[in-house]
C-alpha cells in the first residue's frame, strides 16, 4: 500500500481552536441521511480573525417530518435561517429550497471538539448565532490529546443537533438580502407548509463511494 487518505493530513489553513466564528456558507446542499431522512449538509468557510479562511465542512441539519419530531425539526431549521439572516414571516416549502437560499450567507457558528468512534477528536458545530460584530471568537480550546489523533482538522458538523447556543450576539446587517430574491427561491408566501418527503434529495454521503 502506498499510503491511505485522510483529511487531516491536506494542505491549508485550518482551525486549532474551539469558539464562535462568523463564516459564510460556502455550500448547502440537500440530501439523505443514512437513515434515509432529507437533510442540508452545510460548509462554511471563516471570514476574520486568525483563522479567515479556515472552513468548516460536513455540518448536517436532519429533518425528522414524524409527529414526535416535527417541531424539533422546524425549531432546528428555523434557528440556522434566522442567524443568516432571513427574516421572519417566510414560508419554507422544501430543503432545496433551504439549501439554495442559504448559498454564501453569513452567520456565526460555535464548534467545539468531539471524539469520534475511532478515537479522533473533530471540531462540531454546536450553535448558530447571527454574525459578530466584535469579529470570530477562538477560546483557547484546543484538540484533547488522543493516542490516535496528535493531527489538526478542519472536520465540523454536527448531525443535525443544534445544541449548546450561545446568547446570539448584537445583530449585523442584513448582507444584501430582499425580499424579491427570497421569493424566488420560496416561491410560497402563505402559510408555512411540511416539506414533502417524496422530494428526492440529491447524492449519497460520501462515505457511501466505491473509493
Known sequence: MLFTTDENNVFGKSLKEAGTYNVRVTNAEAKNSK??????EFNYEVLDGQ??????????????????????????????????????GKAVENLPQVASVMKNRKLAVTVDWEQSQNGN?????????????????????????????????NFGGNRGQAT????????????????????????????????QQSQNPQAPNADELPF
Open 35 to 40: 437513515s434515509g431522512n432529507p437533510m442540508v
Open 51 to 88: 483563522y479567515a479562511g479556515a472552513p468548516i465542512r460536513y455540518d448536517y441539519a436532519v429533518w425528522n417530518d414524524d409527529e414526535d419530531h416535527f417541531d424539533l425539526s422546524v425549531r432546528r431549521f428555523n434557528t440556522i435561517m434566522i442567524a443568516a439572516g432571513i427574516p421572519s
Open 121 to 153: 477528536w473533530y471540531l462540531r458545530v454546536k450553535g448558530y448565532h447571527k454574525l459578530l460584530q466584535e469579529g470570530s471568537q477562538p477560546n483557547g480550546k484546543t484538540r484533547p490529546e488522543s493516542s490516535q489523533n496528535s493531527r489538526q482538522s
Open 164 to 195: 449548546g447556543y450561545r446568547q446570539q450576539a448584537p445583530q449585523a446587517t442584513n448582507n444584501g438580502f430582499n425580499q424579491t430574491n427570497f421569493n424566488a427561491a420560496m416561491p410560497t408566501n402563505g402559510k408555512p407548509q411540511r416539506p
